[in-house]
């Protein structure tokens, strides 16, 4: 009923730049939170970003100061700026929304399918 897809991963050199995007479509009556996780090999999933309402978010500590988080909720959209990225960056990266559904109103929880980001040395 809900749709996460998205876009913007790659390989990028130690110190570049990537933005990752994530558009939610489906039956969705309101967005609550928007993040971003990330499982890299060997490893389990943790919390990169996200903002749990329009204005608040948390990051993780490895990337403060280098990662943004953003959204549009117009457009149920959510980003990550990540800059000056290290090779521990490497990851899949996962971005999840959580809502309400159109009709009933019931909530929902919903993944993407992942994005690959690796960065090299």
């Known amino acids: 009923q809900v749709q996460l897809v998205e876009s913007g991963g790659g390989l990028v050199q130690a110190g570049g730049s990537l933005r990752l995007s994530c558009a939610a479509s489906g039956s969705i009556l309101s967005i609550n939170g928007m993040g971003w996780y990330r499982q890299a090999p060997g490893k389990q999933r943790e919390l990169v970003a996200r903002?749990?309402?329009?204005?608040?978010?948390n990051y993780v500590d490895s990337v403060k100061g280098r990662f943004t988080i953003s959204r549009d909720d117009a457009k149920k959209t959510v980003y990550l700026q990540m800059n000056s990225l290290k090779p521990e960056d490497t990851a899949v990266y996962y971005c999840?929304?959580?809502?309400?559904?159109?009709?009933?109103?019931?909530?929902?929880?919903?993944w993407g399918q992942g994005t690959q980001v690796t960065v090299s040395s």
């Open positions: 903002m749990p309402d329009g204005s608040s978010t």
């Open positions: 999840n929304v959580d809502g309400l559904l159109t009709g009933r109103g019931r909530t929902f929880y919903s």
